[in-house]
Nanobody, 127 residues
Framework: QVHLVESGGGLVQAGGSLRLSCVAFARNFSTDAMGWFRQAPGKEREFVAASSWTGGNVYYADSVKGRFTISRDNAKNTVHLQMNSLKSEDTALYYC????????????????????WGQGTQVTVSS
C-alpha cells in the first residue's frame, strides 16, 4: 500500500512563493518517477512537473517553466515543488503522484501513467 502525503499549500499573494512537499510511504521511491499535477475548479487535472527517479531529468508544463522547480530527496522519500512568481491562474488543488519504474519524455506528462496519488494540497493565489 503506497501512501503519499502532500503539504505546503496555502494562500499567497500574486508574485509570492510557496514550496510544496510530498512524502511517499511504503514504496521503493528511488526507482519511481514523481510528478505534480493540479486541478482548478471546473477544469481537468493537468500536468505541472515531473522528475525521473534520479532527478536528472525534469519536465515542466509550459505554463510554469521558469517559475516552478521540482526536486527530490531519495534518502527521505520526498519530492518538492518550489513555486515562484505565482499567478492567480496557478490557483488549484495540487497533487503529488508516483509512477513505478520511472518515465521518460512525453510519458512523464500523462497522468494516466501514474499509479499512486496523494489527497492534494490547496494553493490559492490572490491577485
Amino acid at each position: 500500500q503506497v501512501h503519499l502525503v502532500e503539504s505546503g499549500g496555502g494562500l499567497v499573494q500574486a508574485g509570492g512563493s510557496l514550496r510544496l512537499s510530498c512524502v511517499a510511504f511504503a514504496r521503493n521511491f528511488s526507482t519511481d518517477a514523481m510528478g505534480w499535477f493540479r486541478q482548478a475548479p471546473g477544469k481537468e487535472r493537468e500536468f505541472v512537473a515531473a522528475s525521473s527517479w534520479t532527478g536528472g531529468n525534469v519536465y515542466y508544463a509550459d505554463s510554469v517553466k521558469g517559475r516552478f522547480t521540482i526536486s527530490r530527496d531519495n534518502a527521505k522519500n520526498t519530492v518538492h515543488l518550489q513555486m515562484n512568481s505565482l499567478k492567480s491562474e496557478d490557483t488549484a488543488l495540487y497533487y503529488c503522484a508516483e509512477r513505478p519504474f520511472g518515465c521518460s519524455g512525453v510519458g512523464c506528462y500523462d497522468l494516466h501513467k501514474y499509479d499512486y496519488w496523494g489527497q492534494g494540497t490547496q494553493v490559492t493565489v490572490s491577485s
